[in-house]
C-alpha cells in the first residue's frame, strides 16, 4: 500500500507542480465549476460514513488504550479510570454504534441507490487490468491513466475490505465480550486465537485507512487538504471527468437521452439515474 500510494503521490505531486507554472491549467484543476457539480453521496450514505468513521475512530484510540495503558498516548484515560473500566466500556460503546451502522448499511442495500451502489462495486476482470494499467502510469510507463469507471479498483479495495473486516472484528468481539458465554461453546484456546486475531486485524484495520484510505481523500495533493464529499455530498463534474471518466461519460450520454426523450423517460423505469445524479 505505501508503494502504491507513494507512486502515486509522487506523480500527482508533478502534475499539480506543473500545473502550478502553467496558471489557467492550475486554475483548471481547482477553482472550477464550469458544469457543476453531481451527487455522488446521498444524505443517507453520508450519515452511514459519518458513524462508522466516528466509531471506528473511537474503537481504534480505546482499542490501543486497553492493549497499550502505559503509553503516553493514553495515560490521560487511564490516570481518569482509577479503578473503574472506562477504556472496556467505551470500546464496547462504539462497537455497538460501528454495528448499527453496518446494519443501518444492510437495510439501505435494497433501496435504489444501494442496488446500484452494490453492482458497481462488484470486482470485475477489469479491475485486474486497471491495477496493472494505473501502477504502469504512476511509475512513467504509460502516458494515460486508466480510465475509471464509478468506483475504481481503489474503493472496491476498500469498500469489500472494510465489509470482512467488520466481520471479523464483530465475531472476535464479541467472543471476547461474552467470554463466559463462548466458552460454552468453544475451547479456550479459541478465544485465545480469536484475541489474537481481534488485536492483528485492528492494526491491519488501522493502517489501510491510514495510509489507504486517509491517503486517498486527504492527503492525494488532487484532494489536499480534503476531498469533501464525504460532508457535501456532491463532485464537482470537472473532478468526476478526471477522476471517474467513463461515469462520467454515462451521466453526459444519460442526460443527452434524457434532453431528446424527455417525455419518454419519464415513462421508462430504466432510464432513471443511478450512481452519480445532477446536484
Ligand atoms: C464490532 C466491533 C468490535 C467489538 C465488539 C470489539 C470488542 C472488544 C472487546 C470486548 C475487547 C476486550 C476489551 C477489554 O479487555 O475490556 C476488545 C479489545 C480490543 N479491540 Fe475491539 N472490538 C471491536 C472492534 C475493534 C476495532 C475496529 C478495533 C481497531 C481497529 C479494535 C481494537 C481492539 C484492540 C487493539 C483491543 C485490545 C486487544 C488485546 O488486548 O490484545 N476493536 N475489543
Same mark, same amino acid.
Given at each position: 500500500?505505501?508503494?502504491? $500510494?507513494?507512486?502515486?503521490?509522487?506523480?500527482?505531486? =508533478?502534475? !499539480?507542480? =506543473?500545473? +502550478? /507554472?502553467? %496558471?489557467?491549467? !492550475?486554475?483548471?484543476?481547482?477553482?472550477?465549476?464550469?458544469?457543476?457539480?453531481?451527487?455522488?453521496?446521498?444524505?443517507?450514505?453520508?450519515?452511514?460514513?459519518?458513524? #462508522?468513521?466516528?466509531?471506528?475512530?473511537? #474503537?481504534?484510540? %480505546?482499542?490501543?488504550?486497553?492493549?497499550?495503558?502505559? !503509553?503516553? /498516548?493514553?495515560?490521560?484515560?487511564?490516570? /481518569?479510570?482509577?479503578?473503574?473500566?472506562?477504556?472496556? +466500556?467505551?470500546?464496547?460503546?462504539?462497537?455497538?454504534?460501528?454495528?448499527?451502522?453496518?446494519? +443501518?448499511?444492510?437495510?439501505?442495500?435494497?433501496?435504489?441507490?444501494?442496488?446500484? #451502489?452494490?453492482?458497481?462495486?462488484?470486482?470485475?476482470?477489469?479491475?485486474?487490468? *486497471?491495477?496493472?494499467? $494505473?501502477?504502469?502510469?504512476?511509475?512513467?510507463?504509460?502516458?494515460?491513466?486508466?480510465?475509471?469507471?464509478?468506483?475504481?479498483?481503489?474503493?472496491?479495495?476498500?469498500?469489500?475490505?472494510?465489509?470482512?473486516?467488520?466481520?471479523?472484528?464483530?465475531?472476535?468481539?464479541?467472543?471476547?465480550?461474552?467470554? !463466559?458465554?463462548?466458552?460454552?461453546?468453544?475451547?479456550?484456546?479459541?478465544?485465545?486465537?480469536?484475541?489474537?486475531?481481534?488485536?492483528? *486485524?485492528?492494526? /491491519?484495520?488501522?493502517?489501510?485507512?491510514?495510509?489507504?484510505?486517509?491517503?486517498?481523500?486527504?492527503? $492525494?495533493?488532487?484532494?489536499?487538504?480534503? $476531498?469533501?464529499? +464525504?460532508?457535501?455530498?456532491?463532485?464537482?463534474?470537472?473532478? #468526476?471527468?478526471?477522476?471517474?471518466?467513463?461515469?462520467? *461519460?454515462?451521466?453526459?450520454?444519460?442526460?443527452?437521452?434524457?434532453?431528446?426523450?424527455?417525455?419518454?423517460?419519464?415513462? %421508462?423505469?430504466?432510464?432513471?439515474?443511478?450512481?452519480? *445524479? =445532477?446536484?
Amino acid at each position: 500500500m505505501v508503494a502504491h $500510494n507513494g507512486l502515486d503521490f509522487l506523480r500527482k505531486l =508533478r502534475r !499539480t507542480y =506543473r500545473d +502550478w /507554472l502553467a %496558471t489557467e491549467a !492550475t486554475e483548471a484543476m481547482h477553482d472550477i465549476e464550469p458544469e457543476g457539480s453531481v451527487l455522488r453521496m446521498s444524505l443517507a450514505e453520508r450519515c452511514q460514513h459519518s458513524l #462508522l468513521a466516528s466509531s471506528f475512530i473511537v #474503537l481504534v484510540y %480505546t482499542g490501543f488504550a486497553l492493549k497499550f495503558p502505559d !503509553t503516553w /498516548l493514553f495515560a490521560w484515560l487511564v490516570a /481518569l479510570e482509577q479503578g473503574s473500566a472506562i477504556r472496556g +466500556w467505551v470500546h464496547r460503546g462504539a462497537a455497538v454504534a460501528m454495528i448499527l451502522a453496518c446494519l +443501518w448499511h444492510l437495510a439501505y442495500l435494497p433501496t435504489r441507490r444501494g442496488r446500484a #451502489l452494490i453492482a458497481d462495486m462488484l470486482p470485475r476482470p477489469e479491475d485486474a487490468k *486497471e491495477v496493472w494499467q $494505473n501502477i504502469g502510469y504512476l511509475s512513467g510507463l504509460r502516458s494515460d491513466p486508466p480510465r475509471f469507471g464509478r468506483f475504481s479498483y481503489i474503493e472496491k479495495a476498500e469498500y469489500w475490505s472494510l465489509i470482512w473486516g467488520s466481520i471479523v472484528m464483530a465475531v472476535t468481539g464479541f467472543a471476547l465480550w461474552f467470554e !463466559t458465554e463462548a466458552m460454552r461453546f468453544v475451547p479456550l484456546w479459541m478465544l485465545d486465537l480469536a484475541t489474537m486475531v481481534h488485536y492483528y *486485524e485492528a492494526w /491491519l484495520a488501522t493502517l489501510a485507512i491510514v495510509v489507504w484510505h486517509f491517503y486517498m481523500v486527504i492527503f $492525494n495533493p488532487d484532494v489536499y487538504p480534503m $476531498n469533501w464529499t +464525504w460532508l457535501s455530498g456532491k463532485i464537482s463534474m470537472a473532478m #468526476l471527468r478526471h477522476e471517474h471518466p467513463r461515469e462520467y *461519460e454515462r451521466l453526459c450520454e444519460q442526460e443527452d437521452a434524457g434532453s431528446d426523450t424527455d417525455q419518454a423517460s419519464a415513462a %421508462t423505469p430504466g432510464a432513471e439515474p443511478r450512481g452519480s *445524479e =445532477r446536484a
